[in-house]
């Protein structure tokens, strides 16, 4: 299974911290996918990175992709109040996985004003 | 440009009944994919559909049918409800079937009673 682990379930910041959310997969990629979800609405995605990238930057996201640990980390910087979601990540195959993305439990994060 | 949009938002519908659940994609995009959230879970894959071939299935039972039109429109069929079918259903479009990022409607609220 590709299904991603996201750790911790819950993270609770004061705005202007940072965030960081880690993910754990048991089989190779072809690459690796963040997506958030605000309460109740479609899950909106936010970086791809490719297994043979170590890390992206966009905006106030960095992730980070270890293969060798079969593990990638997401860092929000200065969190504010509108990252309040919960985060998922999606290992992907590629090739014959047709566009099927596995997804954990995420994690809940909440940033107080 | 229009995002993923699906109809209808909320549906409120008795066990042994049917429901017909619509997408349409993003303009251009030909991969339409559907996944269901039970609440506080994260979405589970149940059907790819590109170029009006289905691609790939998750582990739903018959009662889940699906089909995509000649616009790339897709509509997702559930027979025979059982609570359980209660969750938000969301349908992602991509560019093509591989690595694409997926891009997430807002989902149709399904409540079985």
């Known amino acids: 299974s590709q299904q991603g682990e996201e750790d911790p379930q819950a993270l609770s910041i004061q705005e202007g911290e940072n965030a960081t959310m880690n993910c754990s997969y048991k089989t190779s990629i072809n690459n690796l996918q963040w997506y958030r979800q605000n309460s109740g609405r479609g899950l909106v995605h936010l970086i791809l990175?490719?297994?043979?990238?170590r890390e992206k930057h966009s905006g106030r996201l960095r992730v980070t992709l270890d293969t060798s640990k079969k593990s990638s980390s997401l860092l929000i910087t200065a969190s504010r109040a509108a990252d309040t979601a919960s985060y998922f990540c999606a290992p992907n195959a590629g090739g014959t996985s047709y566009g099927k993305l596995t997804f954990g439990q995420g994690t809940i994060l909440t940033v107080h004003p | 440009d229009a995002g993923v949009t699906q109809s209808p938002t909320h549906l409120i519908k008795t066990r042994g009944q049917q429901v017909t659940l619509r997408c349409s994609p993003i303009s251009g995009h030909k991969s339409v994919s559907w996944y269901q959230q039970v609440l506080g879970q994260g979405p589970q894959f149940i059907f790819q559909?590109?170029?009006?071939?289905?691609?790939g299935r998750g582990n739903f039972p018959d009662r889940f049918s699906a089909r995509q039109f000649p616009n790339y429109s897709s509509e997702l069929n559930v027979n025979a409800l059982l609570l359980g079918d209660s969750a938000l259903y969301l349908c992602?479009?991509?560019?093509?079937?591989?690595?694409?990022?997926?891009?997430f409607g807002n989902g149709t609220r399904l409540t079985v009673t």
């Open positions: 990175i490719r297994s043979n990238e």
């Open positions: 559909y590109y170029e009006k071939e289905e691609r």
């Open positions: 992602a479009s991509s560019l093509r079937q591989d690595v694409s990022p997926l891009h």
